[in-house]
């Protein structure tokens, strides 16, 4: 392959992983407009069965299952309470989870716009980018975990539903070195360039 063949192909790949990107975006809006509409039901709910017709409503469906296995509503606490102090939680986790997904996203979105642009991957920008992406999911890894740690122990109900990710952490150190790569690249098409 010639140097012109492999950065067609290059922008090629560009223009798929930007699709896809673009794609993720999309859905990231979606899962934040849908969230925010179950926040805004579940009140209109109460509103209509009342405190006794919810709580009736959230023991038949059984939603504290919803929260993780073995959740058990502590004695003494009203089974609507307890859903609704659990769904604040559960929705600061989700929450915070789809604004670090955005922040990892939106960086790599602008690498493969740029490399589409110029067909150079090896970029100080495009290295700068990638550290942005490594940073957010690193942060990914934990943040949440934290976040539902923390609302456990304020409403006394342990929920079970993240985790912290080791795998996450292990590739957002691989992604940050891959960074220096991309800048070392750079470097290096600076000097062939100044050699020619």
Do not use: C
């Not at 392959?1 to 492999?6: K, L, Q």
């Not at 109460?46 to 504290?64: C, I, K, N, T």
């Not at 609302?151 to 292990?170: F, R, V």
């Amino acid at each position: 392959m010639n140097e012109t063949e492999i950065q067609t192909s290059i922008q090629k790949s560009a223009k798929i992983a930007d699709i896809a990107l673009k794609i993720g975006k999309i859905l990231i809006v979606l899962t934040t407009l849908l969230l925010i509409a179950a926040v805004a039901f579940t009140p209109f709910i109460y509103g209509v069965e009342g405190p006794a017709g919810f709580s009736q409503w959230v023991v038949e469906e059984d939603l504290m299952s919803t929260f993780g296995p073995g959740v058990v509503v502590p004695a003494g606490v009203d089974p609507a309470a307890a859903f609704m102090q659990a769904s604040v939680v559960f929705l600061a986790s989700a929450l915070a989870s789809l604004v670090l997904l955005a922040g990892m996203i939106w960086p790599a979105a602008t690498i493969f716009a740029e490399i589409r642009k110029t067909g150079l991957p090896f970029t100080w920008f495009n290295g700068q980018q990638l550290k942005k992406v490594a940073i957010f999911m690193g942060l990914i890894a934990f943040v949440p975990s934290v976040i539902e740690a923390v609302g456990s122990i304020i409403i006394q109900i342990p929920l079970n539903t993240a985790y912290l990710s080791i795998e996450m952490l292990l590739a957002a150190a691989i992604v940050y070195g891959i960074a220096h790569v991309f800048e070392y690249g750079t470097l290096l098409q600076q000097q062939a360039d100044e050699t020619l």
